[in-house]
């Protein structure tokens, strides 16, 4: 099992920055990916970044391109998100989620992720 936990959340004015934290314990997730997911309100889940086990491979979806930056510190078993340029649109309760199986390339969908942390709001005001 992996026990995941998010840090960072907070409010921000549009245009600022927030780093977001995720430690894993438990089993291992070096082998792992480990991605990014965010729900608004009134809003399904979706995909906002993803990592593969070694940090040579990102995978972000089109509305953070650019502003948000995964990574990964292996050694301490974290993953992290760089959020910059943040919008409004951005306000979301973010899920960090770990794949259960290893070496897999980094994934969008939530099926492809088997442990999910409890999630950190971000609120971005305008």
């Known amino acids: 099992q992996v026990q995941l936990v998010e840090s960072g959340g907070g409010l921000v004015q549009a245009g600022g920055s927030l780093r977001l934290s995720c430690a894993a314990s438990?089993?291992?997730?070096?082998?792992?990916?480990m991605g990014w997911f965010r729900q608004a309100p009134g809003k399904e889940r979706e995909f906002v970044a993803s990592?593969?086990?070694?940090?040579?491979?990102?995978a972000y979806a089109d509305s953070v391109k650019g502003r948000f930056t995964i990574s990964r510190d292996k050694a301490k078993n974290t993953v992290d998100l760089q959020m910059n340029s943040l919008k409004p649109e951005d306000t979301a309760r973010y899920y960090c989620?770990?794949?259960?199986?290893?070496?897999?390339?980094?994934?969008?969908?939530?099926?492809?992720?088997?442990?999910w942390g409890q999630g950190t709001q971000v609120t971005v005001s305008s």
């Open positions: 438990g089993r291992t997730v070096s082998r792992s990916v």
């Open positions: 990592i593969n086990w070694s940090g040579s491979s990102t």
């Open positions: 989620a770990a794949d259960g199986r290893y070496y897999r390339s980094p994934g969008v969908a939530e099926y492809e992720y088997d442990y």
